[in-house]
Protein backbone atom coordinates (compact mmCIF):
# COMPACT_ATOMS: atom_id res chain seq x y z
CA UNK A 1 0.00 0.00 0.00
CA UNK A 2 1.03 3.60 -0.27
CA UNK A 3 1.61 6.13 2.10
CA UNK A 4 -0.64 8.77 1.56
CA UNK A 5 0.86 12.05 2.51
CA UNK A 6 -1.53 14.77 3.39
CA UNK A 7 -0.40 18.45 3.28
CA UNK A 8 -2.38 21.20 4.92
CA UNK A 9 -1.29 24.97 5.20
CA UNK A 10 -2.19 26.93 8.31
CA UNK A 11 -5.96 28.42 8.60
CA UNK A 12 -7.81 25.88 6.20
CA UNK A 13 -10.84 24.26 6.52
CA UNK A 14 -10.96 21.07 6.20
CA UNK A 15 -14.16 18.61 5.49
CA UNK A 16 -13.27 15.37 7.18
CA UNK A 17 -15.20 11.21 7.41
CA UNK A 18 -13.95 8.53 9.67
CA UNK A 19 -15.55 5.17 9.50
CA UNK A 20 -15.89 2.68 12.18
CA UNK A 21 -14.14 -0.80 11.79
CA UNK A 22 -15.96 -2.68 9.25
CA UNK A 23 -18.65 -0.31 10.01
CA UNK A 24 -19.80 -1.81 12.61
CA UNK A 25 -22.43 0.98 14.42
CA UNK A 26 -20.70 1.57 17.34
CA UNK A 27 -21.49 5.83 17.20
CA UNK A 28 -25.05 4.78 18.01
CA UNK A 29 -25.87 5.44 21.17
CA UNK A 30 -21.70 6.51 22.05
CA UNK A 31 -22.18 10.10 19.86
CA UNK A 32 -21.54 12.14 23.63
CA UNK A 33 -18.39 10.06 23.40
CA UNK A 34 -17.59 11.70 20.38
CA UNK A 35 -18.40 14.98 20.82
CA UNK A 36 -16.41 15.39 24.36
CA UNK A 37 -13.70 13.77 22.29
CA UNK A 38 -13.61 16.67 19.96
CA UNK A 39 -14.01 18.90 22.95
CA UNK A 40 -10.79 18.12 24.59
CA UNK A 41 -9.08 18.04 21.42
CA UNK A 42 -10.36 21.68 20.18
CA UNK A 43 -10.09 23.51 23.67
CA UNK A 44 -14.10 23.57 24.12
CA UNK A 45 -13.21 26.01 21.17
CA UNK A 46 -16.71 24.75 19.11
CA UNK A 47 -15.94 27.88 16.10
CA UNK A 48 -13.36 25.59 15.07
CA UNK A 49 -15.81 22.89 14.21
CA UNK A 50 -18.46 24.68 12.54
CA UNK A 51 -20.19 21.98 11.22
CA UNK A 52 -20.62 17.61 11.93
CA UNK A 53 -22.63 15.23 11.59
CA UNK A 54 -22.53 11.21 13.25
CA UNK A 55 -24.10 8.43 12.06
CA UNK A 56 -23.81 4.92 13.08
CA UNK A 57 -21.01 3.79 11.62
CA UNK A 58 -18.93 6.93 10.88
CA UNK A 59 -19.24 10.89 11.14
CA UNK A 60 -18.36 13.94 8.82
CA UNK A 61 -16.91 17.28 10.35
CA UNK A 62 -15.82 20.46 9.08
CA UNK A 63 -13.08 21.47 10.89
CA UNK A 64 -10.96 25.00 10.55
CA UNK A 65 -7.26 24.27 11.11
CA UNK A 66 -6.65 27.06 12.68
CA UNK A 67 -3.74 26.50 15.39
CA UNK A 68 -4.27 23.03 14.61
CA UNK A 69 -2.80 19.66 12.75
CA UNK A 70 -5.80 17.99 10.89
CA UNK A 71 -3.84 14.79 11.29
CA UNK A 72 -3.08 15.09 15.00
CA UNK A 73 -6.73 15.90 15.57
CA UNK A 74 -8.10 12.97 13.46
CA UNK A 75 -5.49 10.74 15.44
CA UNK A 76 -6.14 12.36 18.84
CA UNK A 77 -10.18 12.17 18.41
CA UNK A 78 -9.77 8.78 17.36
CA UNK A 79 -7.61 7.70 20.31
CA UNK A 80 -10.01 9.51 23.17
CA UNK A 81 -12.92 8.30 21.75
CA UNK A 82 -11.69 4.79 21.72
CA UNK A 83 -10.68 5.41 25.48
CA UNK A 84 -13.98 6.26 26.61
CA UNK A 85 -15.90 4.31 24.70
CA UNK A 86 -13.92 0.61 26.28
CA UNK A 87 -13.69 1.76 29.59
CA UNK A 88 -18.07 2.38 28.69
CA UNK A 89 -18.16 -1.19 27.53
CA UNK A 90 -15.66 -2.51 29.79
CA UNK A 91 -13.81 -3.50 26.75
CA UNK A 92 -10.47 -3.95 26.76
CA UNK A 93 -9.12 -4.66 23.39
CA UNK A 94 -10.21 -5.03 19.58
CA UNK A 95 -9.84 -2.08 16.93
CA UNK A 96 -12.91 0.00 16.68
CA UNK A 97 -12.13 2.70 13.76
CA UNK A 98 -10.55 2.02 10.29
CA UNK A 99 -6.91 2.89 10.08
CA UNK A 100 -7.60 6.13 7.49
CA UNK A 101 -9.71 8.57 7.30
CA UNK A 102 -11.26 10.74 4.24
CA UNK A 103 -10.07 14.26 3.82
CA UNK A 104 -10.45 17.35 0.84
CA UNK A 105 -9.38 20.77 1.90
CA UNK A 106 -12.02 23.03 1.26
CA UNK A 107 -10.95 25.81 -1.10
CA UNK A 108 -13.61 27.98 -1.67
CA UNK A 109 -17.50 29.13 -0.59
CA UNK A 110 -18.88 27.36 -3.38
CA UNK A 111 -16.75 23.88 -2.29
CA UNK A 112 -17.72 24.24 1.11
CA UNK A 113 -21.93 24.88 0.16
Known amino acids: ?7 FAPSQTVFVTSVTVNRHPILLGNE ?5 AFGQILGG ?3 HL ?6 PDHF ?11 PAVMK ?3 LIFSYHYRARHSL ?3 TLWQSRY ?6 NEEDLN
Open 76 to 78: KLK
Open 92 to 94: YRG
Open 50 to 55: PAWVIL
Open 32 to 36: DLLVK
Open 45 to 47: AQE
Open 1 to 7: MSKLLRY
Open 60 to 70: HAIILSVGFDV
Open 102 to 107: WDHVVR
